[in-house]
C-alpha cells in the first residue's frame, strides 16, 4: 500500500508530536513570581553544599536566623552555564566557607530562600556581583 503525500505528513507530524509529548519539560519561572525582588537581605555563614546544576546552581548556608536557630538557607544562583563563563567553577566555593550573601528573599519568609545577587568571601576577598565577573 502506498500513502499518499499527505498521510506522510500527518504520520510525521504525529511522530514527532509524540516524541514532543514524552520529553521532560524545564519551564523557566519568574523571578518575581517567587522572590521579593525590590528587597535585599544579607546572610553570613558557613557554604554547607554547592549544587552545580541546571537550571539553576543553588547554594546553601548554614547561618543563625533572627531568633538564633541555626537554619540552611538556599540561594538560586545563575545557571552553571552563565557561571562559568565568568569563572565561577564547582571547585570555587568549598563546604565550609565562610561567605556573606546578599539577595531578594522569598515571598514566603518561612522559606529560608533567596535570589542570589552577591555573594562575598572575606576571606580572602573573592567577589560575584549579579552577573559580573568575579573579582
Known sequence: MTRTWLEARVAAFAAA?????????SAHHSWTATYLEDQT??????????AYQNPH??????SRDNSGRMQTIGAE????????????TRETLK????????????????????H????????????WIGG???R
Open 17 to 25: 508530536s509524540a516524541l514532543a509529548a514524552a520529553l521532560p519539560i
Open 41 to 50: 537581605v544579607s546572610v553570613e555563614g558557613e557554604i554547607v553544599e554547592l
Open 57 to 62: 546552581a543553588w547554594l546553601h548556608v548554614s
Open 77 to 88: 544562583w545563575a545557571s552553571p552555564s552563565r557561571l562559568s563563563q565568568q569563572g565561577v
Open 95 to 114: 563546604p565550609g566557607d565562610r561567605v556573606i550573601l546578599t539577595g531578594s528573599p522569598d515571598r514566603d519568609p518561612a522559606a529560608y530562600r533567596m
Open 116 to 127: 542570589l545577587k552577591r555573594i562575598e568571601r572575606p576571606a580572602d576577598g573573592w567577589k
Open 132 to 134: 559580573n565577573q568575579p
